[in-house]
Each structure stands twice: as structure tokens, then as C-alpha cells.
């Protein structure tokens, strides 16, 4: 199985980035193996449409969850469409992120941010 996790870097041991279609970069990977692929976020500096540009990214690599922060209306509708399990990690490494992901530690969110969450207009990030 792999999952999409968005970071601040592009290594494991990199910051896990809170903002899901703004993230810097996605890396995929295979949590049994730790082996990964790292994906540029083209959509990070997109003046709209981040969050749907990013979750089909993700959802075209094939994923089966994702781990982020918090994930706007748009990007959830998409993920959700594709099946695709939404976690909410912690502010930790990457890679602290799937050992609690494989420990199933981390909380699932059901419920998107307000539009806009990631760009600081509604009061910022978590």
C-alpha cells in the first residue's frame, strides 16, 4: 500500500507540512519498505485551485491515504471521491508520522478546513 504524506522537505526526516494542497512537496510512500518517491507540489504557488490540482496528483499515484495537517473542501471532495483514506498528522518528521500511522495512532479527519484555511485568510493554520 502506499500513502501520500505532505512535507516541508524532500526526505524522510523532513517537517510533515500542516497544508495539504499548498505543501511544498508530497512524498509517496510504501510504509512496509519505507521506500519513496518525492513529487514536487506544482500547485503549492497556485493562485486557486491547490487543493484540487494536489489531491489529483495524489490520487493518480495511486495512494490509499494520505497524511497532512488539514485538508481544504475542495482537495477532501476529491480524495474522498478516490476512496482515499485523510489523516491527520502531527508535527513531527515524516517519517515519525508513518510509524504512527502504522501503529494507527493517528486521527482521521472526516470534516475539511474553511476555503482558503492554508492561506491564512481565515485566522491561519493549526
Known amino acids: 500500500m502506499k500513502i501520500a504524506i505532505s512535507a516541508t522537505g524532500n526526505t524522510l526526516d523532513g517537517a510533515l507540512d500542516q497544508r495539504f494542497g499548498r505543501a511544498a512537496f508530497f512524498l509517496i510512500v510504501d510504509p512496509d519498505t519505507s521506500q519513496f518517491e518525492v513529487i514536487n507540489n ?7 485551485g491547490a487543493g484540487i490540482t494536489s489531491a489529483q496528483t495524489i490520487v493518480d499515484k495511486g495512494v490509499k491515504a ?61
Not at 89 to 117: C, M, Q, W, Y
Request: no cysteine; aromatic share 4%; hydrophobic share 45%.
Open 66 to 126: 494520505v497524511i497532512t495537517g488539514n485538508v481544504g473542501p475542495n482537495a477532501m471532495k476529491v480524495l474522498n471521491a478516490a476512496e482515499i483514506a485523510v489523516y491527520r498528522g502531527v508535527s513531527a518528521s515524516v517519517r515519525a508520522n508513518i510509524e504512527k500511522f502504522k501503529k494507527r495512532t493517528l486521527e482521521k479527519i472526516d470534516n475539511a478546513v474553511p476555503s482558503h484555511f492554508g492561506m491564512g485568510l481565515t485566522g491561519g493554520q493549526k
Open 42 to 48: 506544482e500547485a503549492a504557488g497556485a493562485a486557486g
